[in-house]
């Protein structure tokens, strides 16, 4: 099969519920519409579903035709938008000002539910499958919530699973790779507390910007020369303020804000430790008082290499295995869903949906641009590919 026939003649259908989806974006823990219409199509199903997991999210079940493999798979959607203003343009463009599903989570939605219908109608697996929808994907530690409020224990699993869309990756291709392929993102800031003063007499100040600028070139180190050159880190200082605007005063304080990314939590603490290390040693030596506030907030994301063999095998049965990249290169971004890969064996995987020749298409658009949009036509892919790990994970005959 490239795609399962009877989800390709759904296509319309599902990218209606997209562009419904698309068309009422909402924020973190705000997904009332979405949780709304999935919960309607589940309804409609006739499928056991619980609702208010992390707010807004929803948390389904499908039995196969047998269940005596006592096995069972998590699929998981993400479903908020993002603060942006559209510009696409487009008839289904956002009617919620400055919300967007600009990150596509309208379409991981939508293949979810197209995955669902399918496999509640065919339910051609011996086992569960339970649907995870889950909110506040965009800084909102949605996965984290649901986990905290029980997810597993409630609806345990082998494994989990899902996918992102990828514009810069061609329609029909499917990448991934064993261990981390997205990265932490962890916050930090710094403030430097000096003594303020007249410029021209220095003498008498702790001067904070001079201090500051000595924390960003020490920074810069970590990745150097702390962290071993087999690992991967970044260290990036994003924003540095000081001073009233006078041209003739130093100011008491400073301010340093920025981000790490690493793809292993082990690299990720010792990090931490240099960075307060430096900074603790800087204040020292220059009698200043120095606060730091390093903040953990999405872990990497780590595929697990039965969860990826899994989802090649699944992945190949939909695009082909000519078209799976299996050892596909990592990416600095983050996303929550490694919070899942911590409780449970798995695989993330990015779904092709940009347009070769047409980089100015809204689906080769970067993720998160006001200009980008999800590809209906990947819709199938999406659908099928998560059926397909069902189907190939629990297959009916052994
Ligand atoms: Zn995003
Ligand atoms: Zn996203």
């Not at 919300?99 to 596509?104: E, I, L």
């Amino acid at each position: 099969m490239p795609v399962i026939n009877s989800i390709a003649d759904r296509k319309d259908e599902i990218a209606a519920w997209r562009q419904e989806l698309h068309r009422n974006a909402q924020t973190k823990y705000e997904e009332v519409y979405a949780g709304d219409l999935i919960a309607k199509k589940l309804e409609e199903w006739g499928i056991p579903h619980t609702r208010g997991f992390a707010k807004t999210g929803i948390v389904a079940t499908i039995e196969g035709q047998k269940t005596d493999s006592g096995k069972a798979i998590a699929l998981r959607a993400d479903m908020d938008a993002l603060d942006i203003q559209e510009r696409t343009g487009l008839p289904y463009a956002s009617c919620n000002e400055g919300k967007m599903h600009a990150c596509g989570h309208d379409g991981h939605m939508a293949s979810l539910l197209g995955a669902t219908k399918y496999l509640n109608e065919t339910k051609n697996f011996n086992g569960k499958v339970h649907l995870i929808f889950q909110p506040a994907e965009e800084g909102g530690s949605g996965a984290d919530k649901m986990i905290e409020e029980g997810l597993f224990k409630k609806f345990p699993c082998n494994y989990v699973f899902g996918f992102h869309n990828w514009p810069t990756l061609p329609v029909g291709t499917i990448n991934m790779r064993v261990g981390g392929i997205m990265a932490s993102v962890d916050e930090f800031e710094i403030i430097v507390k000096g003594k303020g003063g007249h410029a021209a007499m220095p003498e008498n100040t702790i001067d904070p910007i001079v201090i500051a600028s000595q924390i960003v070139i020490a920074l810069q180190t970590i990745v150097s020369r702390t962290v071993s050159p087999i690992d991967t880190a970044v260290v990036s200082v994003t924003n540095m303020n000081a001073g009233t605007g006078a041209f003739n005063v130093i100011p008491g304080s400073a301010r340093l804000h920025g981000t790490v990314r690493t793809f292993s939590n082990d690299v990720r603490h010792k990090i931490k430790e240099r960075m307060e290390s430096i900074v603790g040693n800087i204040s020292k030596a220059f009698d200043s008082t120095i606060e730091i506030d390093y903040i953990f907030q999405t872990e990497p994301t780590v595929n697990t290499a039965d969860g990826i063999a899994i989802a090649a095998k699944a992945a190949a049965l939909v695009v082909g295995e000519k078209n799976v990249d299996t050892n596909c290169l990592p990416t600095m971004g983050g996303e929550d869903f490694g919070a899942f890969l911590i409780e449970k064996p798995g695989a993330f995987v990015f779904i092709g949906q940009g347009v070769a020749n047409d980089p100015h298409c809204h689906s080769s658009m970067g993720l998160h641009h006001p200009n980008y949009d999800f590809n209906d036509e990947i819709l199938p892919i999406g659908s099928s590919y998560f059926a397909a790990l069902a189907e190939t994970y629990m297959p009916l005959e052994t």
